[in-house]
């Protein structure tokens, strides 16, 4: 369902619902986090779909921030389908959208370590021979 409201480019509505059903944590939130029952897929949609956003780009960089960190996670634990194999690349570049929009002095730099990050990601599992990681 989050992916379907994510289609529809409505990110807050498929947040919510990641978030009602216990599978994220609200930063303002004190509960503990588990993701482990979205996907990534639906994760990286719910970041497509907060990229496409132009108003309140601030929380849409904090949102997209943490499932980023999410999806990243789970692809260093190998926790990811053979359907999910590439998710984090297009991931990266709809965050680094977003923080090229926000006009912070510190959107520059965070671009730049998020486009090594990619970089480096698809560099070792070039190296490593891994589908993976």
Known sequence: M???YSRLGNAD???ALLQELGNTKDPASSKDSDTSG????ALAACITAFGKQTENVDHAI????FYLKEIIRRYSECLVGPFEK???TWVFEHVARLWSRSKRPEAG?????LIKE???RSERR???GLEVT
Do not use: G, I, W, Y
Request: charged content about 35%; cysteine-free.
């Open 86 to 88: 590439h998710v984090d």
């Open 38 to 41: 979205a996907t990534v897929m």
């Open 13 to 15: 509505k498929a947040d």
């Open 126 to 128: 070039q190296l490593f």
């Open 118 to 120: 990619m970089v480096s």
């Open 109 to 113: 730099e965070r671009v730049e370590a």
């Open 62 to 65: 904090e949102r997209s921030e």
């Open 2 to 4: 989050s992916r379907a």
